[in-house]
Structures are given as structure tokens and as C-alpha cells.
């Protein structure tokens, strides 16, 4: 964690969304060094409360690194940020020669696309005007999808991986069958399985399946989640399938995940939401503790509607 982090309540400029915004991002580096989205969301946030140098730190970072991948098309979008701070920072100065030079020794070509890198956000990134929900009768069909097979993969791969015992597995086969069988509304995942169980370390599990699947992991206890945020997927979608935006940072959404290897589901909420998304993983507990916080939002409407 960068040392100029400072409180949420110090006043600077962008509030403590910008610093939760920080702390989160950060957090996927130590996990993915070479994020895109996470370069480019820690530059704007930095900005934003003030903190030139920092910025131009991460803006220099991703330029160099899109040029390293041989991306000189997504490292020119970002010469218009980049040149203030080549005035007086050496290494900002470095990069834009760079990738000026590499375009001009790449012309003729066509124009560039437009980089795959986040734009720049308003001045409250996190909370832009989002757009209505999706069709609900969309969420209702993946919904009906059931995730058992999912997560009986997800227990397996953590057996293969000698991460959990045969018993163990046997137990958490066991347990989620039973529990998808059931009528409650409830999360069937290995997660929770684990939790209720008491069968392992979980927070030694959580930490094989980020490194694992590249997903970081996040404290959700640490956001102030928004009703236009959580509204954008249905209560009964986020519980059935262990899914929660929690978080939007410009065009893209946070979402947080409980199988962090359900690349279908990453697919399908994609596809809903018609936007980018950032997934993570987080503690179970976590993850009962924000769905009961939306929980008390809908009550709050119904109560207020009355």
C-alpha cells in the first residue's frame, strides 16, 4: 500500500471514494502487477485527490509496459496525459519520446484504435449515472442456471491442487448437493461450505484461488455500497449465484465473486451488464454482510413507499 494514503475524512479533494478506489486498486497490483485497469484507474484516482507525482507514476508505468507489449496504439492514447508531466519528470519525458518515436516508425498505418484502457473519468468516477438495468428476464434465465457443477469443479480443482483433504472434498460434495436441493434462497458455494464447516484456514484458500485464477482479493467491508451500484444486477441473482457488484470506476464495474474459476458466469455478467467488469474474490462472511446491507436498502424503499 502506497505510503501517501491517508484517511478517508482528511478532505481531499475526491473525498474517500477516491481513496477507497486507491486502496482497492492497489491491492489488485499486489496480485497482477501488470493490470491494465488497475494502472490506468490508480492514475486518474491520484489526480484526482491531488497527488501529481503519484500519478504520473502509474501513468508511466502503463505507458511503458503497453509499449513493452507492443501495444503502441493504446500507449498513444495516453501522450495527452502524459505530456503535462513530461515537462518537468524525466521519466514521463522518457516514455513520450518513446512512444512517439515508435509511432512514427510505425507510419504508415491505419489510424489507432481506441485503447482498451478505461477513459478518463468525471470528477466522481465512482459515481457515474448508470445506466437502467438490464432485461430482467435475462438475469431470471442465467439465474435458473445452476452453479453446482461450478463449484463441484471449483472443490475438485482445490483437491487436485492438495489444497483441501479427500474427506474434505467428500464433505463439501456432500454438502453442496444438499444445499442446491433445497428450496431456501440461499448461496450454494464451496466458500461457504468451508465457512460453515470450519474444514480449513479460509483465508489460506482464498489466497491459493487469487494467486491461482489472478483474482485479487478484496474487503468489501471497506466500500460504502450505493443502491444505483447493487441495483444493477437483481437481489435473488446476486445470491443464487455468488455474484455482487460492489463498485464503478467510470465504464467499468467491480464485481466480486465467491468462484473465482466460473469463467462462464464472468461471461454472463459481461453480457447483462453491457459493460466492462473487474472481478474479485472475497470472504464469505463479507459477502452475507453486503447482501444484507442491500437487503436493508429494499426494506428502507418499501417502508419509505408505505
Not at 432485461?135 to 434465465?141: D, G, I, T
Request: glycine share 4%; charged share 25%.
Amino acid at each position: 500500500m502506497a505510503d501517501s494514503l491517508k484517511k478517508k475524512d482528511d478532505g481531499v479533494q475526491g473525498g474517500g471514494d477516491a481513496w477507497d478506489a486507491i486502496a482497492a486498486f492497489e491491492q489488485i497490483l499486489d496480485v497482477i502487477p501488470n493490470d491494465h485497469v488497475a494502472l490506468d484507474a490508480l492514475a486518474h484516482a491520484y489526480e484526482m485527490v491531488g497527488d501529481h507525482s503519484k500519478a504520473c507514476e502509474y501513468l508511466v508505468r502503463l505507458a511503458t509496459l503497453m509499449i513493452e507489449q507492443d501495444d503502441i496504439e493504446s500507449a498513444s492514447s495516453l501522450l495527452e496525459k502524459l505530456k503535462p508531466y513530461a515537462k518537468s519528470n524525466p521519466d514521463a519525458a522518457a516514455v513520450v519520446t518513446r512512444i512517439e518515436k515508435s509511432t512514427l516508425d510505425r507510419e504508415p498505418q491505419s489510424p489507432p484504435v481506441q485503447s482498451q484502457v478505461p477513459q478518463p473519468v468525471s470528477a466522481n468516477p465512482e459515481r457515474q449515472s448508470l445506466q437502467p438495468p438490464v432485461n430482467r428476464e435475462k438475469f431470471e434465465a442465467v439465474k435458473r442456471t445452476s452453479n453446482v457443477a461450478d463449484e463441484l469443479s471449483f472443490a475438485w480443482h482445490l483437491l487436485q491442487s492438495s489444497i483441501i483433504t479427500q474427506d474434505e472434498y467428500s464433505t463439501v460434495a456432500q454438502d453442496l448437493t444438499e444445499i442446491s436441493a433445497g428450496e431456501a434462497n440461499v448461496t450454494v458455494s464451496v466458500l461457504h461450505v468451508l465457512q460453515d464447516r470450519g474444514l480449513r484456514n479460509l483465508e489460506s484458500v482464498i489466497a491459493f484461488s487469487a494467486r491461482d485464477s489472478s483474482t485479487p482479493v478484496v474487503s468489501l467491508s471497506i466500500f460504502d455500497l450505493q443502491k444505483e451500484t447493487v441495483s444493477l444486477m437483481p437481489l435473488d441473482f446476486i445470491i443464487q449465484r455468488g455474484a455482487l457488484p460492489f463498485e464503478v470506476l467510470g465504464s467499468t464495474v467491480l464485481i466480486v465473486l465467491l468462484n473465482p474459476y466460473n469463467k462462464k458466469l464472468r461471461d454472463d455478467i459481461q453480457m447483462l451488464l453491457g459493460k466492462k467488469c473487474h472481478f474479485f474474490i472475497t470472504l464469505p462472511s463479507e459477502f452475507d454482510n453486503a447482501v444484507g446491507k442491500i437487503k436493508g436498502m429494499n426494506e428502507g424503499d418499501t417502508e419509505k413507499k408505505k
